[in-house]
């Protein structure tokens, strides 16, 4: 992809929907810097003695972020991988409107596009048992949590893309840059 840098590219998704595979393959082939919502919330969750294993306990831990800021999260996060203005940036885990939109006006506004990672709920459901078989069973309520209802009640309209993720990953992968750069090539 040439003249399509400094960018942004923002991932959300439901649980097991393949979000941090994309993102982290993306920056690996493309040599981008790569932060995580969700390791950043695995890392505070470990500062306060937690199982990070324990899907509810990070899910408690990112709305008590969430409550005590979102501008002030989404700075951690971005200072977390020490990312500086004029490197492009994947960030993966976006969860919430509001982050989105803060995420936006801290990095290039013009230049940020939202992801948002789909994939059939049967296919993505059977990927989580294989994966987790604990996870699997609490699926249903961890899927209540009020981050979870967000993906898809606002994250769908605000999503710049959405990837139905029914492919190997790397097909997944070259359409999706393929349309970024599509998008974004006139805008540099």
Not at 11 to 23: D, E, L, Q, V
């Amino acid at each position: 992809m040439e003249n399509i840098e400094p960018l942004v590219i923002g991932f959300g998704g439901k649980i097991g929907s393949g979000k941090t595979t994309i993102a982290q393959t993306i920056c690996l082939e493309f040599n981008y810097k790569y932060a995580s919502f969700g390791d950043y919330v695995r890392k505070i969750a470990i500062n306060k003695g937690l199982d990070i294993k324990n899907r509810e306990n990070l899910q408690k831990v990112g709305n008590l972020l969430i409550d005590g800021g979102v501008e002030k999260f989404c700075r951690n996060v971005l200072d977390s991988v020490k990312w500086n203005p004029g490197e492009t940036l994947v960030i993966e885990g976006i969860r919430h409107k509001e982050v989105l939109h803060c995420l936006k006006d801290l990095t290039y506004k013009d230049r940020f596009i939202f992801v948002l990672i789909t994939l059939d709920d049967d296919v993505r459901k059977k990927r989580i048992k294989n994966l987790d078989k604990e996870e699997f069973h609490k699926l249903d309520f961890l899927e209540k949590d009020r981050t979870e209802m967000e993906i898809q009640k606002d994250l769908q309209s605000c999503a710049d893309i959405v990837v139905i993720n029914e492919t190997e990953p790397s097909k997944v992968i070259t359409s999706l840059m393929g349309r970024i750069g599509k998008k974004y090539s006139g805008r540099c």
